[in-house]
């Protein structure tokens, strides 16, 4: 399912000067097309956002189909977590958890989980990131429409399991005029690079790292569809920093 590459060097190289790295034709053109058009056509869909300073996901077909008036009510509520601090409104299905409930039936999402929690990938991202200590991954599918947006943050965790934090763009024909961009932030507050979201590319960066997604545009009429995840500690990496 990965596609076959020659320039793992050059990658591990670029990694190691800025502590991210965009992977160009990640996937086999034959999984990645089956992934966009699972994506796509895909209805099982959480809006999730934060209100109150907590995590909240609501069936997003439902969300859809509030009056106007609730619908702006939720809206100022979020905007209004928003200026306060972190915050993020956007689609997501929990590929993983679906998953660990015995719920992922979907052969495509199936063979998309066994492949970034497979040795092969798991392998690249070590190579890549120069961190023997990754051994396990999560996923989720991601969907940004207009209005959509994830404000900046660094990805870190309690308990400091997370290594890298990756996306497999799925969106062909994205613009950047869309929004949607992958920004990353240096410490003045200035944004060191945008990533345009590419159809077949995997963005890949380290944690702790400064990062948003911004705002797809008002009039933006398609979604801005991606798996994502994180590399975490293996369980043996993790008991040994428990010990140590």
């Known amino acids: 399912m990965l596609a076959p590459r020659n320039d793992v060097d050059e990658l591990a190289a670029v ?5 991210r790295v965009l992977v160009r034709d990640i996937l086999a053109p034959d999984f ?20 109150g300073g907590e995590h909240r996901a609501f069936d997003a077909r439902a969300m859809m189909e509030l009056p106007s008036g609730r619908w702006i009510e939720f809206l100022q509520m979020v905007h209004a977590e928003a200026r306060g601090g972190f915050q993020y409104l956007y689609e997501r299905y929990p590929i993983e958890d679906r998953a660990r409930a015995g719920q992922l039936f979907d052969p495509v ?3 998309a989980l066994a492949l970034v929690q497979g040795e092969a990938f798991l392998a690249l991202l070590r190579q890549i990131t120069a961190d023997p200590t990754i051994g396990q991954a999560d996923l989720q599918l991601s969907r940004y429409r207009a209005g959509h947006f994830l404000s900046l943050h660094d990805d ?17 024909a994205w613009s950047p005029d869309y929004g949607g961009l992958l920004q990353f932030v240096a410490g003045d507050g ?3 690079r945008a990533i345009t979201p590419a159809f077949n590319t995997l963005s890949l960066f380290r944690v702790p790292t400064l990062h948003s997604v911004s705002s797809v545009a008002p009039y933006v009429d398609r979604a ?3 798996l994502t995840g994180w590399a975490r500690l293996s369980a043996e990496s993790w008991a040994s920093e428990r010990v140590a």
């Open 109 to 111: 999402l199936v063979d």
């Open 32 to 51: 990645a097309h089956a992934v966009l058009t699972t994506a796509q056509a895909w209805t099982e869909w959480n809006l999730v956002t934060r209100i």
């Open 156 to 172: 870190s965790d309690q308990g400091s399991l997370r290594r890298a934090a990756f996306v497999f763009n799925l969106s062909p």
């Open 15 to 19: 990694f190691a000067r800025e502590g």
């Open 190 to 192: 200035q944004v060191a």
């Open 224 to 226: 801005r569809l991606a």
